[in-house]
């Protein structure tokens, strides 16, 4: 779940960063140029009708009669071959749900009966392929686990199922959410091959939930559903023009997805719109007994979130203004980054310069912390879903032994450094675990906001998208996410922009279970922005392309 990097450093810091932001280089076949990879075109393709509709228009379609849900089905699965599997090649969906069509017209028998399951009933919902669903295989993107399949779903996915959605199928991700290697590459994995970007097909698709972000924006599925331990939501949220929310650590059920880290782990959202965003969020937050952090825990806000939807939200609201962290300067960022607070301000926000006194110093006990919890949740999982490989052991070996395959260019680093690390028993653990919370959370975000009295905090969420590159690996230029994702609080990216064709993100932090207020402020910046443009699949950027601002 985590996000993807290269850095210069062999620092416990600088290895965090480049592996939770993602740094790596990839097998040559995987990053040569994209096939099929034809200009623009606006010749007609399968499933234009509902290209960039969200839930409340499929929803009232279908109310009226002039749709169903089989058909919608159906015209995406027509897209996902004329634009994932041929034509642009993004190789953004793993494996397809082969009851999909079944499933829908049984919803379209029960919309007609007049008995509706909930609030997304008959709508189209591509998973992240490290989440259990039948009868699809799980197998973050390994080898390994290429034929296992799960006998249950994952708690989320029977909200999902309880709420009427259609389970289309399962998405490519950066292998093992990117704890793997620290020279792992955004978007590939061993299973699925490497996942591209539709709005510039040579530029990366960020990881993990890389296949999400890449399908959602392609309009391949109505919404997606990612995981994110550090970015790995909003990397490729912001990198493909999306809204993705990365919720507080325990307001979503994380039993059923293959993990890496208990202290940081959550799924959450990722949808062309807020409204989207809430509604699909509004199904995944619930207790689960069998997850400890989102079993009924007092502070828990999962109040209506589409109530909490309003264009006025930013009106006195004090937001937090990072400057000196996270993303590098950038001239096309910054020059967004410059537009979207003056779209605060004209909003009515209030505008403070933040600063988070902690900043970077929790990079080391984190990376620790996620060593050890990555070795006993994977164990864990793996024992209790019945998989063959049946411990992270068994898939080191395996990996080992298949190496041409699963390893032809980089290794798995951090699967080694992981299985040399004890049990959470241990004091290097729980100090590691203590001092990471502790400089992101209660001496960093939580001591920013309190110190200034702020509602939220503001910075790019990262910088665009950069080229694929067998040689060099990826050029992560910094994000702004970092903090909430080690101290375990809500953030949401919306778009504000774009550098030359490729989307930019602005991410808005808040103390932990303020996902209803986050919500609102990305909603008022969105409907005053109207930032977010749909890929046009090209093959690269030339010199020609217009600057940011200019001709999209």
């Given at each position: 779940?985590?996000?993807?990097?290269?850095?210069?450093?062999?620092?416990?810091?600088?290895?965090?960063?480049?592996?939770?932001?993602?740094?790596?280089?990839?097998?040559?076949?995987?990053?040569?140029?994209?096939?099929?990879?034809?200009?623009?075109?606006?010749?007609?393709?399968?499933?234009?009708?509902?290209?960039?509709?969200?839930?409340?228009?499929?929803?009232?379609?279908?109310?009226?009669?002039?749709?169903?849900?089989r058909t919608l089905v159906q015209a995406y699965l027509d897209r996902i071959a004329a634009i994932d599997k041929a034509g642009p090649t993004l190789n953004a969906v793993i494996e397809l749900n082969p009851d999909?069509?079944?499933?829908?017209?049984?919803?379209?028998?029960?919309?007609?009966?007049?008995?509706?399951?909930?609030?997304?009933?008959?709508?189209?919902?591509?998973?992240?392929?490290?989440?259990?669903?039948?009868?699809?295989?799980?197998?973050?993107?390994?080898?390994?686990?290429?034929?296992?399949?799960?006998?249950?779903?994952?708690?989320?996915?029977?909200?999902?199922?309880?709420?009427?959605?259609?389970?289309?199928?399962?998405?490519?991700?950066?292998?093992?959410?990117?704890?793997?290697?620290?020279?792992?590459?955004?978007?590939?994995?061993?299973?699925?091959?490497?996942?591209?970007?539709?709005?510039?097909?040579?530029?990366?698709?960020?990881?993990?939930?890389?296949?999400?972000?890449?399908?959602?924006?392609?309009?391949?599925?109505?919404?997606?559903?990612?995981?994110?331990?550090?970015?790995?939501?909003?990397?490729?949220?912001?990198?493909?023009?999306?809204?993705?929310?990365?919720?507080?650590?325990g307001l979503v059920s994380r039993h059923g997805i293959i993990p890496i880290a208990a202290s940081q782990d959550t799924a959450g959202p990722m949808a062309r719109s807020v409204a989207d965003a809430a509604a699909?969020?509004?199904?995944?937050?619930?207790?689960?007994?069998?997850?400890?952090?989102?079993?009924?825990?007092?502070?828990?806000?999962?109040?209506?979130?589409?109530?909490?939807?309003?264009?006025?939200?930013?009106?006195?609201?004090?937001?937090?203004?990072?400057?000196?962290?996270?993303?590098?300067?950038?001239?096309?960022?910054?020059?967004?980054?410059?537009?979207?607070?003056?779209?605060?301000?004209?909003?009515?926000?209030?505008?403070?310069?933040?600063?988070?006194?902690?900043?970077?110093?929790?990079?080391?006990?984190?990376?620790?912390?996620?060593?050890?919890?990555?070795?006993?949740?994977?164990?864990?999982?793996?024992?209790?879903?019945?998989?063959?490989?049946?411990?992270?052991?068994?898939?080191?070996?395996?990996?080992?032994?298949?190496?041409?395959?699963?390893?032809?260019?980089?290794?798995?680093?951090?699967?080694?450094?992981?299985?040399?690390?004890?049990?959470?028993?241990?004091?290097?653990?729980?100090?590691?675990?203590?001092?990471?919370?502790?400089?992101?959370?209660?001496?960093?975000?939580?001591?920013?906001?309190?110190?200034?009295?702020?509602?939220?905090?503001?910075?790019?969420?990262?910088?665009?998208?950069?080229?694929?590159?067998?040689?060099?690996?990826?050029?992560?230029?910094?994000?702004?996410?970092?903090?909430?994702?080690?101290?375990?609080?809500?953030?949401?990216?919306?778009?504000?922009?774009?550098?030359?064709?490729?989307?930019?993100?602005?991410?808005f932090m808040g103390p932990a279970w303020s996902e209803g207020r986050l919500l609102g402020y990305a909603y008022a910046f969105e409907q005053a922005t109207r930032a977010r443009r749909p890929p046009r699949f090209?093959?690269?950027?030339?010199?020609?392309?217009?600057?940011?601002?200019?001709?999209?």
């Amino acid at each position: 779940m985590l996000s993807t990097c290269r850095f210069r450093s062999s620092t416990a810091v600088a290895l965090l960063m480049a592996t939770l932001a993602g740094c790596t280089a990839a097998p040559r076949e995987v990053a040569q140029a994209p096939p099929n990879s034809a200009p623009p075109t606006t010749a007609a393709t399968p499933g234009d009708a509902y290209v960039e509709l969200g839930i409340a228009e499929l929803l009232g379609r279908m109310a009226e009669g002039t749709l169903d849900s089989r058909t919608l089905v159906q015209a995406y699965l027509d897209r996902i071959a004329a634009i994932d599997k041929a034509g642009p090649t993004l190789n953004a969906v793993i494996e397809l749900n082969p009851d999909a069509l079944r499933e829908a017209a049984m919803l379209d028998g029960e919309r007609r009966e007049g008995r509706m399951r909930g609030p997304l009933h008959g709508i189209p919902v591509l998973l992240k392929d490290n989440i259990d669903a039948r009868p699809m295989a799980n197998s973050a993107g390994s080898l390994a686990l290429a034929d296992h399949r799960p006998a249950r779903d994952a708690f989320l996915v029977q909200r999902l199922r309880e709420a009427g959605a259609v389970i289309l199928g399962k998405t490519n991700l950066s292998e093992w959410a990117n704890f793997r290697s620290t020279r792992s590459i955004s978007g590939w994995s061993g299973r699925g091959g490497q996942t591209r970007n539709p709005y510039v097909l040579d530029r990366t698709p960020c990881g993990s939930s890389s296949g999400t972000g890449a399908a959602i924006a392609a309009s391949l599925a109505t919404v997606g559903v990612g995981t994110e331990t550090n970015g790995s939501i909003l990397c490729p949220a912001a990198v493909h023009g999306l809204v993705g929310v990365k919720p507080t650590v325990g307001l979503v059920s994380r039993h059923g997805i293959i993990p890496i880290a208990a202290s940081q782990d959550t799924a959450g959202p990722m949808a062309r719109s807020v409204a989207d965003a809430a509604a699909l969020l509004q199904v995944l937050a619930a207790d689960n007994p069998r997850d400890p952090a989102s079993a009924g825990d007092a502070h828990r806000d999962v109040a209506d979130y589409a109530a909490r939807l309003d264009p006025g939200a930013l009106r006195g609201a004090r937001i937090g203004v990072l400057r000196k962290h996270g993303v590098n300067p950038q001239p096309d960022v910054d020059a967004a980054f410059t537009r979207a607070l003056d779209a605060l301000r004209a909003q009515g926000a209030v505008l403070v310069d933040a600063d988070i006194a902690t900043a970077g110093q929790w990079g080391a006990p984190s990376l620790e912390v996620l060593l050890y919890e990555f070795h006993d949740g994977v164990d864990a999982y793996l024992a209790d879903s019945g998989a063959a490989a049946a411990s992270l052991a068994g898939v080191a070996a395996y990996n080992r032994a298949n190496a041409a395959r699963e390893m032809p260019l980089f290794g798995q680093e951090l699967i080694e450094q992981s299985l040399a690390k004890g049990p959470l028993t241990d004091r290097a653990y729980r100090n590691a675990r203590d001092t990471a919370r502790r400089l992101a959370k209660a001496e960093g975000l939580d001591a920013t906001l309190a110190g200034q009295r702020l509602d939220a905090l503001v910075a790019p969420t990262m910088g665009p998208a950069w080229p694929i590159d067998p040689v060099n690996g990826d050029r992560f230029t910094g994000a702004g996410y970092g903090v909430a994702a080690v101290a375990g609080t809500p953030s949401i990216t919306v778009p504000m922009g774009d550098a030359r064709g490729l989307p930019l993100g602005l991410v808005f932090m808040g103390p932990a279970w303020s996902e209803g207020r986050l919500l609102g402020y990305a909603y008022a910046f969105e409907q005053a922005t109207r930032a977010r443009r749909p890929p046009r699949f090209l093959p690269t950027i030339s010199v020609e392309s217009p600057p940011a601002g200019g001709d999209r």
